[in-house]
């Protein structure tokens, strides 16, 4: 059984590309520097919940409609227990973190990413990233082995998510119709209704289901097992 949220129709062709996001799809906090900070400020967070933190942190953003990373970090915060004489304290320290270049903090390759994308390559789509980052993104992909055909990058192309036009540059490049690629990330204010604007078929990565938009908005997947199905039509 696969995760595929069936309350929207999927076209019945199977897409030509697939757009993934990297922090949230292909790269998570690394979860030893997250649970750390968040000691210092007198919490206890385990490493191996960093991961539900973060994507519970990214839909508290997707039900303000915001992309304010403060609401991110006071769920890693509430996560951790941080006493409220600290939680200033660890704020201060999430956001020095989440402020740092993208390979200081986004360097875990979730498990089963490497596979799945073997398999995705497999099918024959192309393969791309479109990523909100800073301009390091690419170096850090290649650095965790994850192949791809093509980065974009907010910070290089000077567009960023939920604007239509990060997408088009990645469409561009692999030579494909907006109507022929899907676009696979966790945030659904910046992923999702950035593809919509697009006219690309949104995937929303939702693992614990958590995402706070009306049912039948749009699709989720639970992993990129999910979209392996998909793209294998």
Known sequence: MTGIDQSVRPPSDPPQAVLL?????????NPSIVAAVLRSAGGSLDPQLVARAHYAGIAAMDGRRTTDWQHYHRVLVRFAGVPDARVDDAMAGLA????????????????????????????GVAIGVVSNADGLVEATLRRCDIPFDVVIDSAVVGYAKPQPEIF???????????????HVGDMASADVDGAHAAGVRPLHMDPFGDCPYPAGHHEHVRSLGDVVVIAGG
């Open 21 to 29: 996001d990297a922090g949230g799809v292909l790269l998570l906090p």
């Open 96 to 123: 020095e973190l989440f402020a740092a270049p993208v390979p200081t903090t986004w360097n875990v390759v979730p498990q089963g990413v490497i596979g799945h994308l073997r398999d995705l390559a497999a099918t």
């Open 168 to 182: 088009a540059f990645a469409l561009e490049k692999l030579n494909v119709a907006a109507a022929d690629a899907v």
